[in-house]
C-alpha cells in the first residue's frame, strides 16, 4: 500500500520559516517526479513546487520564488519544501504529490499518489 505522509506545518509568524516532509512509504519513488501543493480555504488547488526523479529539475510557481525550495533525498524516499519568508496569504494545506514520470511538472494528472496534507497557517 503506497502512502505519502507529510509533516512540519503548523502556526508561524509572517516572515517565520518552515520545513515540511514527505515521506513516501510502499514503494520507492526514486524514478518519479514528486511536487507540492496547496489549498487555501475557498479555493481550488494549486501547484506550488515540483522536482525532477534526479533533483536537478525544479519548477515554482511564481508567488513562491525566491522564498521556497523544494528538495528531495532518495536514499529516504522523501521530498522537502523549505518555506521561507511566509506570508499570509501562503496559509493553506499543504499536500505532497508523487509523479507518473521522471520530469518535473505543474499539472495536477500528472501525479498518481496524494498525502492527506499538512496545515500550514501564516499569522500576520
Known amino acids: 500500500q503506497v502512502q505519502l505522509v507529510e509533516s512540519g506545518g503548523g502556526l508561524v509568524q509572517a516572515g517565520g520559516s518552515l520545513r515540511l516532509s514527505c515521506v513516501a512509504s510502499?514503494?520507492?519513488?526514486?524514478?518519479?517526479?514528486m511536487g507540492w501543493f496547496r489549498q487555501a480555504p475557498g479555493k481550488e488547488r494549486e501547484f506550488v513546487a515540483s522536482?525532477?526523479?534526479?533533483?536537478?529539475?525544479?519548477a515554482y510557481t511564481d508567488s513562491v520564488k525566491g522564498r521556497f525550495t523544494i528538495s528531495r533525498d532518495n536514499a529516504k524516499n522523501t521530498v522537502y519544501l523549505q518555506m521561507n519568508s511566509l506570508k499570509a496569504e501562503d496559509t493553506a494545506i499543504y499536500y505532497c504529490?508523487?509523479?507518473?514520470?521522471?520530469?518535473?511538472?505543474?499539472?495536477?494528472?500528472?501525479?498518481?499518489?496524494w498525502g492527506q496534507g499538512t496545515q500550514v497557517t501564516v499569522s500576520s
Open positions: 504529490a508523487a509523479g507518473r514520470s521522471r520530469w518535473s511538472t505543474s499539472y495536477q494528472y500528472e501525479y498518481e499518489y
Open positions: 510502499g514503494r520507492t519513488f526514486s524514478s518519479n517526479a
Open positions: 522536482i525532477g526523479w534526479s533533483g536537478s529539475s525544479t
